[in-house]
C-alpha cells in the first residue's frame, strides 16, 4: 500500500498559485519539494504492517535520478513501459517519466504475456520498466510482441533475467 500526502493534492488548488497557469506532475513534485522539503511524501506500509515515509526532498531527489536514468537511455519524449505492483517504485517511475519529458505506458501486472504484448507492439516503448517478481511476465511480452527494450530493473528485481540493456534503480 502507498500514500502519497495529500498536499499535493492543495498544491493545485490555492497556496497563491494563479489558476490560469497549468502545472504538469514534475512541476508539482518540484513545487512540494520546495515549499515542504522536510515533510512526509510517501510511505509504506508492508504486509507485516511495518511502516517506512520518505519526505520530499528524498521523493524529489529520487525521481530526478530516475528521469535522467530515462533521459540517458533515450526516453526523453517518448514511451516508457512500467509493470510493477503499486509500489513506491511505480510512483517514482510515474514522476520520474514526467521528469524526462516521457510518456508512460503503465501495463497490468494481472495480464497474461499475449495481452501484454499487444499493449507492447502498439506502445513501442523504448525503455520497459520492470519491478520484481515480474521479471518473467516482462520478457516473455517483450519477445512475443518482437520488442528489444532497454531494461530498468526497480529495486528487487533480477536484472540477469532481463537480459539486453539494463539500467538499475538504486
Do not use: F, K
Request: include cysteine; charged fraction near 20%.
Amino acid at each position: 500500500c502507498v500514500q502519497l500526502n495529500v498536499a499535493l493534492v492543495s498544491l493545485t488548488t490555492g497556496h497563491g498559485w494563479y489558476p490560469a497557469v497549468q502545472y504538469n506532475l514534475w512541476a508539482l513534485l518540484e513545487r512540494a519539494a520546495s515549499l515542504w522539503p522536510a515533510r512526509d511524501a510517501v510511505r509504506e506500509v508492508s504486509s507485516s504492517g511495518e511502516s517506512s515515509t520518505r519526505c520530499w526532498r528524498e521523493e524529489h531527489e529520487r525521481c530526478t535520478r530516475l528521469a535522467a536514468a530515462l533521459e540517458r537511455a533515450g526516453a526523453g519524449g517518448a514511451r516508457v513501459a512500467v509493470l510493477e505492483t503499486n509500489s513506491p517504485a511505480y510512483l517514482e517511475t510515474y514522476l520520474g517519466a514526467a521528469g524526462a519529458g516521457s510518456i508512460l505506458c503503465p501495463l497490468n501486472t494481472r495480464l497474461a504475456p499475449p495481452e501484454l504484448a499487444d499493449i507492447l507492439r502498439e506502445a513501442r516503448p523504448v525503455v520497459l520498466v520492470v519491478g520484481p517478481g515480474q521479471e518473467q511476465l516482462a520478457t516473455e511480452a517483450a519477445a512475443l510482441a518482437e520488442l528489444d527494450p532497454t531494461w530498468l530493473a526497480l529495486t528487487g528485481a533480477d536484472p540477469e533475467a532481463l537480459g539486453g540493456q539494463v539500467l538499475l534503480q538504486d
